[in-house]
């Protein structure tokens, strides 16, 4: 069962993240305002009446991108912060996703790369115009300790979000012991993102570690630098970049019971 329902996407103009978008074969299925009930339970009452539009990707997976327009914070800048650092899609051909990304408004941050360690992934990063950053991931094969998914469209789904933590290990284990989860092995790789978000040396090497249930992995959990800092937001409004994960779970009731009065 995979348990990514949504990402939720901070943008300043909603009709041109929409374009952009449509440039991953994503469409709307849905548009509106974000109602004040909905907004108090993110504890973001300024994000109320926000327009907001859902997208689903070409395959008509039932896995969503939302995007809510909200005030541009002078203080975010991508791969940064602690929190939501990335979305990763799953694509048929990481090569000819680059030749579409050269014409498309979203800048080539990391170019189409083999990871070390990793056969079975051929990654490439791009940038939005609101400082979102997405890893466009050709599926070639499992790992030892999970299953991944095969893109049914050339680019579909979203299948793994990825999150900036001050410790890894602390962070891995709130996650595991509130969602009854498991962490996958840390692992240790040279983060082009990362080192060039930094100025570090190209060779840095920086941990990270997989979330999974049963065999599937949704979230990836990224060490970063101690010059990371907790993400500037505007006043109650919901933070800048990727700022929700939504997800579903067999064992709702006994998630709900874990995290009651936390």
């Given at each position: ?7 939720t996407l ?13 440039w ?11 109602t004040p ?6 504890n ?8 907001y539009?859902?997208m ?22 991508a791969?940064?912060t ?11 051909d ?32 791009v940038r939005?115009?609101?400082?979102e ?54 692992v ?22 997989t979330i ?11 060490q ?39």
């Amino acid at each position: 069962m995979h348990l990514i329902r949504a990402a939720t996407l901070s943008v300043a103009d909603l009709d041109a993240a929409v374009r952009r978008y449509a440039w991953l074969n994503y469409s709307v299925v849905e548009q509106g305002n974000i109602t004040p009930d909905l907004a108090h339970r993110w504890n973001a009452p300024n994000s109320a009446q926000r327009r907001y539009a859902v997208m689903r990707p070409e395959s008509g997976a039932d896995i969503f991108l939302r995007f809510i327009e909200q005030d541009l914070h002078p203080d975010y800048k991508a791969l940064r912060t602690h929190g939501w650092a990335a979305i990763e899609i799953c694509t048929q051909d990481t090569l000819r996703v680059n030749a579409v990304m050269k014409d498309s408004p979203f800048e080539i941050i990391g170019p189409p790369r083999k990871l070390d360690g990793m056969p079975a992934i051929f990654p490439m990063q791009v940038r939005g115009a609101d400082g979102e950053i997405v890893y466009l991931t050709q599926i070639t094969g499992d790992m030892p300790e999970y299953d991944l998914p095969r893109a049914q469209s050339l680019m579909d789904t979203l299948f793994i979000l990825v999150l900036a933590a001050p410790d890894l290990e602390a962070e891995a284990r709130w996650i595991r012991d509130r969602l009854r989860v498991s962490k996958g092995r840390t692992v240790a790789l040279n983060y082009t993102m990362i080192n060039g978000a930094f100025g570090l040396p190209d060779g840095t090497q920086h941990e990270l570690a997989t979330i999974k249930h049963d065999r599937d992995v949704f979230l990836e959990v990224d060490q970063y630098p101690a010059a990371a800092t907790p993400r500037a937001r505007n006043e109650g409004q919901l933070p800048p970049g990727i700022c929700i994960g939504s997800f579903i779970h067999p064992e709702f009731d006994r998630i709900c019971d874990i995290n009651a009065g936390s």
